[in-house]
């Protein structure tokens, strides 16, 4: 169930559905979050998509085989809209720690601004099977990726930037995500995330920017 506090807004930046056959495929997703903030995905039927997503069964079926099926393409889609989100925000330009404050919050603002979709990406993932969770840890991948993509852009401006590898960032990513589920698992937690802004900034910072070991 949604937690008390938690309000459903609009799912997808995209124009209203309509009647094509794209519009029907989004509001289906739609309906899919809309479904799973209500009763969780192991409750959730494919009846329950199709009433949320004001279409018919057929139409389901014309579009996914199969619940499991348009789960993923709603978490791929959802963990689509955030990373494009991060990334957005780190191609504006600017001092590297101005750009990892602006990534931060852009990364907040997107799960705070669509709580139905945020519970499906940070809490209804882990049970919904190993194909959810191979998918998850694939965008956790990407998200890897963009953080190490922003360091390494700039190393030049700021040698004394330690260099992250492939296991620091997704070592990063994962403490990130994990802070942020602890998070929206409270009663009322999704309003709150950015107040994890300044820790998030912090964290990052520590790794990017090791402490001299103390002389003896």
Known sequence: ?????????SLLTAPQAGTGTGDHRLRLMEGMAAAVNEKGYAATTIGDIVRHSRVSKRTFYEHFADR???????????GELVLRAVAEATGRGGPRPRRVRAATRAYLDALQARPAL?????????????????LRRA?????????????????????EVRELTPAMSAALVGGINELVLATVEQEGGIDRLGQLEETIAELVGSVLHPAAPASA
Do not use: I, N
């Open 118 to 134: 945020t519970r499906t990406l940070l809490v209804e993932v882990h049970g919904a099977g190993p194909r959810a969770l191979a």
């Open 68 to 78: 499991e099926a348009c789960f993923l393409a709603c978490y791929e889609y959802g």
């Open 139 to 159: 965008v956790l991948q990407r998200f890897a990726r963009l953080l190490s993509e922003l360091v390494e852009s700039g190393l030049r401006d700021h040698p």
């Open 1 to 9: 169930m949604v937690p008390s506090g938690t309000k459903m807004g």
